[in-house]
C-alpha cells in the first residue's frame, strides 16, 4: 500500500469528477513530450492501473483526445502508439512557462485600464481575456502598466489608474477573483503538503509511486496556475498562498524526479519497441 500521504491525494483526485483524458495530457506534457516521440499505450495503461482507473475507461479518453486532435495515433502490428498532435504541442508548452518558470512582471506602480463598449465585437473582449486582463467592473479590462497589449486593444480608448498600494490591491481582487484563487492554492498545499512532510520524516515511493504523485502534482497545479494572471507581488494579497503553493510544487518535484525517471527509463516504450531516451534538461524546471 502506498504511503497515507499518497493515498490521501488519490483520494482527492477520485473523489472530483472524471477527469482522466486531462491527467493524460498531463502525463504527455510533463513526462513524455521531454523525451519526444510517441509512447507505447501499454505505457499509459501501466501508469493509470496505479490510479486504479480502468484500461476500458483509458482507452476511451485516448479515442476521445485522438478525436479531438489532442493526441495522434500509429499502429505497428497489434501495438499503438500514441504523441500529441499539434494542438495539443502548443497547449503544453504556453502552460509550461507557467508552471515551470514563473516570472511576475516588473510592478510599474499603474494599470493600463481599457475601456470596451457593449456593442464591441466579441473577438476583442476574448483577445483581452486571454492577454491576462481583469474585469473589475463590466466593459472595464485592466492589467499591470507595461505589459503586452494584445492587437485587438490598440485602437481601444486606454487609461493609466494609479492610487494608494491598498486601493491597487483592492482593484487587482477584484479584477481577477484572487480570493477564489487563494482558497484553490490553499486547497493544494492541504492535499499535497502532508507528502513533502512524510518524505522529509524519511518515507519511500517506489518508482510508480513517484511518477503518480510527480503527474498528479503538475496536473493539480495546472489547474491553478492557469487560472493565475501572474501578478507583481505587490499588488496581491499578503500573505499570498500562491507563494507557497509554488515552493511546495517545486520542492516536491525536485524530490520526485529521479525515481519517476526511473519508471520512465524502464517502461516509457518508443515506437521502436526500446525505452524513450531521457531529457536532462527537466532538471531546469521550477529554477526560475
Known sequence: MSPPPLEAILGHVRAEPSRTWSIIISFFGDAIVPRGGAVWLGTLLGFFKGLDVAETVVRSAMSRLAAEDWLTRTRQGRNSYYHLAERGRETFAQAAQRIYHHRPPAWTGAFDAFLVEPAAREAVREALDQA??????????????????????ANLPRLSLSGTPDALRELAARAWKLDELGVAYARFCAVFGPLEA???QGA???????????????HEYRRIVLRDPVLPPAI????????????????????LLSPSE????????????TPLPANPEITSRFKD
Open 132 to 153: 491576462g486582463f481583469g474585469v473589475p467592473l463590466p466593459g472595464v479590462f485592466v492589467a499591470p502598466q507595461g505589459g503586452i497589449i494584445p492587437q485587438a486593444g
Open 198 to 200: 512524510a518524505l522529509a
Open 204 to 218: 519511500q515511493l517506489s518508482s510508480l509511486e513517484s511518477i503518480m504523485a510527480r503527474v498528479l502534482l503538475i
Open 236 to 255: 496581491l494579497p499578503a500573505p499570498w498562498s500562491g507563494d507557497e503553493a509554488r515552493r511546495l510544487c517545486a520542492a516536491l518535484y525536485r524530490h
Open 262 to 273: 526511473r519508471w520512465l527509463d524502464q517502461h516509457a516504450i518508443g515506437a521502436n519497441g
